[in-house]
């Protein structure tokens, strides 16, 4: 299934390999708050580290705007990385130019090096060939364990492959290979399910779902959309206006496929303490909102998830931080974790929540990266991993 090769497939001995990771990471006064993604990329690092290499590491954090900015410097994601490994690890303030230069000049097999920002530089995103020249003259290899990010062609995760040998960490080797197998030849039935605010933003995925997946489970602020577009009236539910055309043309293409909620929880406003009751699918009164799925939904999708061979799962089922409109995230969480399907789940939410209710060691694959994981079921190609050496 995984095409590509792998840093275990090279030699890599007295060699300098600069890894594109993904320490995209929640970091408050300083520190990391959620080191998912750092603890994700220790393997490939382990294993550079072990077999006689000097490992660079470069990734983005956030979105800065205007070129360097403190609060988003990938200083403390070294700190912590130092304490994950249990030895020093260096740190450049600059990604590229003469400080990045003469530190990884410096660097010898078995230290680590960790690069500012990426996005403090203007070529990052523009996949500017001369950034990723000057990143590329740092190593002798380049390994991209950076899955959360290879979807975009940006000079660390694409450009740099075109100057040095570029392998797959074990990572972006582990993604691939669960959420291609879901798509290539997914163990039936095959479930789907997906949730989250917008249909807009997940169109393609629906649509190459309704033609791969036995069912495809809708919940969150997405199915408002497709209850108003079977006409009913939503209230003051958060409905996409702009996909209604679409969701009713999938609600046609999806007929036996597509799953709606049977039933909702609705509030009087958007606070956790707002009044709010179950209703069936149906005419939402004026100044109410639908938050959840109702408790009938969750044991449908439940029995569906139960007997399903392979489970997708991206997107809550409500405003699941809101914890009195949590239960149907939580409750079709509960499904994922116990049954004995191949489960994967991907998305921010859907992770943070099966995080929330302790059952994270249940399921198959968690996937780091949401829009990656999104634009691979949808069929699409990933920059960063095409660009990468077959084996």
């Known amino acids: 299934m995984f095409d590509k090769k792998l840093v275990s497939d090279i030699d890599v001995n007295g060699k300098k390999a600069l890894v594109r990771v993904d320490f995209n990471v929640p970091i408050k006064d300083g520190h990391v708050e959620d080191d998912t993604r750092i603890r994700a990329a220790l393997p490939t690092i382990k294993y550079l580290l072990d077999h006689g290499a000097a490992v660079i590491l470069c990734s983005h954090l956030g979105r800065p705007k205007e070129g360097p900015d403190p609060k988003y410097s990938m200083r403390p994601t070294a700190d912590h990385l130092s304490k994950l490994l249990g030895i020093p690890v260096g740190f450049s303030t600059e990604a590229v130019g003469p400080v990045a230069e003469a530190a990884a000049q410096s660097l010898k097999p078995g230290e680590v090096l960790v690069l500012e920002n990426t996005r403090f530089y203007k070529g990052e995103t523009k996949n500017d060939p001369e950034m990723a020249k000057q990143l590329a003259s740092l190593a002798d290899i380049y390994v991209n364990d950076a899955f959360g990010s290879a979807h975009r062609a940006h000079a660390s995760t694409e450009g740099m492959a075109h100057y040095l040998p570029a392998v797959a960490g074990f990572l972006m080797e582990e993604e691939i290979k669960y959420l291609g197998q879901a798509i290539a030849d997914p163990k039936r039935p095959f479930v789907a399910i ?194 990468l050496l077959d084996k």
Do not use: C
Not at 198 to 224: F, H
Not at 263 to 273: C, G, K, M, Q, Y
């Open 194 to 387: 997906l949730g989250g605010a917008k249909i807009s933003d997940k169109i393609g995925v629906i649509r190459n779902l309704l033609k791969l997946a036995d069912l495809v489970l809708i919940g969150g602020g997405m199915a408002n959309t497709f209850f108003k577009a079977q006409g009913y009236p939503t209230g003051d539910s958060l409905v996409d206006e702009e996909a209604l055309d679409t969701a009713r043309e999938l609600l046609r293409e999806g007929s036996v496929r597509l799953r709606l909620p049977v039933d909702v929880v609705i509030a009087d406003r958007f606070e956790n303490d707002a009044a709010s009751k179950v209703m069936e699918t149906g005419p939402v009164p004026d100044g109410w909102r639908i938050l959840d799925i109702g408790p009938e939904a969750v044991s449908a999708y439940a029995k569906a998830i139960h007997g399903a061979g392979t489970v997708v799962w991206n997107g809550p089922m409500g405003v699941f931080e809101l914890p009195n409109f949590a239960k149907g995230t939580f409750g079709v969480a509960k499904a994922v974790a116990e049954s004995n399907a191949i489960s994967i789940v991907g998305g921010g939410d859907s992770v943070a929540a099966l995080n929330q209710s302790g059952l994270s060691a249940k399921i198959t694959h968690i996937s780091t990266g949401g829009g990656a994981s999104l634009e691979m079921l949808e069929g699409l190609t990933l920059p960063g991993v095409a660009a």
